[in-house]
Nanobody, 121 residues
Framework: QVQLVESGGGLVQAGGSLRLSCAIS????????MAWYRQYPGKERESIAG???????DYADSVKGRFSMSVDNAKNTVYLQMNSLKPEDTAVYYC???????????????WGQGTRVTVSS
């Protein structure tokens, strides 16, 4: 089983920064893609950043130039650095990984528990 534990959310003033972390644990799996989503109340989760294993990150237009996604393979942790935060960034943020269970090759998708980010004006 692949588990994701997020941390780093909180309250910040507009223009400030936060760094979210997503620690990945488990065994017998291979990750193909990692992503960050956010969810506003009453809305569906939306993808804001994603990176294929060994590839480059891509970002939604709403966060491009302000957010940066990175991966520390030694720590099995995915990060989302959020700069120049705006009140409209207030949401619950989730990390997601997609990959294959080994050795059978069965696909899986796992989610973190979510971490709340609140940006005050």
């Amino acid at each position: 089983q692949v588990q994701l534990v997020e941390s780093g959310g909180g309250l910040v003033q507009a223009g400030g920064s936060l760094r979210l972390s997503c620690a990945i644990s488990g065994s017998d799996f291979r990750i193909n893609f990692m992503a960050w989503y956010r969810q506003y109340p009453g809305k569906e989760r939306e993808s804001i950043a994603g990176i294929p294993t060994g590839g480059s990150a891509d970002y939604a237009d709403s966060v491009k130039g302000r957010f940066s996604m990175s991966v520390d393979n030694a720590k099995n942790t995915v990060y989302l650095q959020m700069n120049s935060l705006k009140p409209e960034d207030t949401a619950v943020y989730y990390c997601n990984v997609y990959g294959m269970r080994l050795p059978e090759g069965r696909p899986f998708s796992s989610w973190g528990q979510g971490t709340r980010v609140t940006v005050s004006s």
